[in-house]
Nanobody, 130 residues
Framework: QVQILESGGGLMQPGGSLRVSCAAS????????LGWFRQAPGKEREFVAA????????YYADSVKGRFTISRDNAKNTVYLQMNSLKPEDTAVYFC???????????????????????WGQGTQVTVSS
């Protein structure tokens, strides 16, 4: 069974950069979409970014578009989220997830739906504060 573990969170000043990683152990996830979500205190978990199994399509929430970049390394069974120009409102626990459907390319609307994601990590805290 696939298990995933996020890492790389921390405390950053506004305007700074941070890269979080998510490594999957067990069977390969190369045939599945990979995504990042976040949850701030008192708020619901929200979609941040997704990358299709081919790596050819990238999707972002409007709030992070132009600042965050998602990428994957199938040889390492790992997905990354590079976060630049960080803002205090980016403060949240960041979760990695594996899509439910193998060899499937969906839309932004599709990947924004939490029900389309199967395996979740424990999360890594990102705090943006001066």
């Amino acid at each position: 069974q696939v298990q995933i573990l996020e890492s790389g969170g921390g405390l950053m000043q506004p305007g700074g950069s941070l890269r979080v990683s998510c490594a999957a152990s067990g069977p390969t996830v190369s045939n599945y979409a990979l995504g990042w979500f976040r949850q701030a205190p008192g708020k619901e978990r929200e979609f941040v970014a997704a990358i299709t199994w081919t790596g050819g399509q990238l999707y972002y929430a409007d709030s992070v578009k132009g600042r965050f970049t998602i990428s994957r390394d199938n040889a390492k069974n790992t997905v990354y989220l590079q976060m630049n120009s960080l803002k205090p409102e980016d403060t949240a626990v960041y979760f990695c997830a594996v899509g439910r459907r193998p060899n499937y390319v969906g839309s932004l609307y599709f990947y924004s739906n939490l029900d389309e994601w199967d395996i979740w990590g424990q999360g890594t805290q990102v705090t943006v504060s001066s």
